[in-house]
């Protein structure tokens, strides 16, 4: 299906029972592997906010949630490199296994960005989940990302919280730009 965006066309990449099936089968992987503790869940905003969202409904053992917001993009289709931080983590992770809930990983710079800064608030652990990874966008490798949704090509997305100029993140699949 396509879908006009602002001034750009998109069509169908991931439908929304794939996403749902594959977010379940992470939270079932989540469940299993933090049983032992109380994970401290950290979602990134805003692209992340559905994926957080429905991925927590899936996750069975005792956890908490709070969120940071950081950006890359600035409405254009490609990341500028410069990490904007609007919203910042003001909660003590010292000891505390930490899992990370972000919407896509392409270049890696974010990642590396948020993962470097809680480090040094030394939690227990730092483990990593993205719905999309670009591995031929990469240009860090994030050893902590454990748990990636789906591998897509080197293609700008939207929908299931991902936007274009701050539009399209209400769309239940996800689309990726036509040329």
Do not use: W
Not at 18 to 43: H, S, W
Not at 72 to 88: A, C, F, N, Q, V
Request: hydrophobic letters at 40%.
């Amino acid at each position: 299906m396509k879908k006009q965006i602002a001034d750009l066309g998109f069509e169908t990449l991931i439908t929304a029972d794939k996403i749902e099936e594959r977010v379940k089968a992470i939270g079932v992987q989540i469940n299993e592997d933090f049983k032992d503790t109380v994970p401290l869940i950290i979602g990134v905003l805003n692209g992340g906010f559905l994926f957080t969202a429905d991925l927590i409904k899936q996750v069975t053992i005792p956890c908490e949630i709070n969120f940071t917001k950081l950006a890359s993009y600035y409405g254009g289709t490609t990341s500028t490199l410069k990490i904007r931080e609007d919203i910042d983590l003001s909660i003590d992770i010292k000891g505390r296994d930490v899992l990370i809930i972000e919407d896509i990983v392409d270049t890696g710079n974010t990642a590396h960005y948020l993962i470097e800064k809680l480090k040094l608030k030394e939690p227990a652990s730092l483990t990593m989940c993205s719905l999309l990874l670009k591995p031929a966008a990469l240009q860090k490798k994030i050893e902590e990302l454990k748990y990636i949704g789906f591998e897509i090509g080197n293609e700008f997305v939207v929908g299931y919280g991902l936007d274009y100029k701050e539009m399209g993140r209400n769309l239940a699949d996800i689309y990726k730009k036509v040329n």
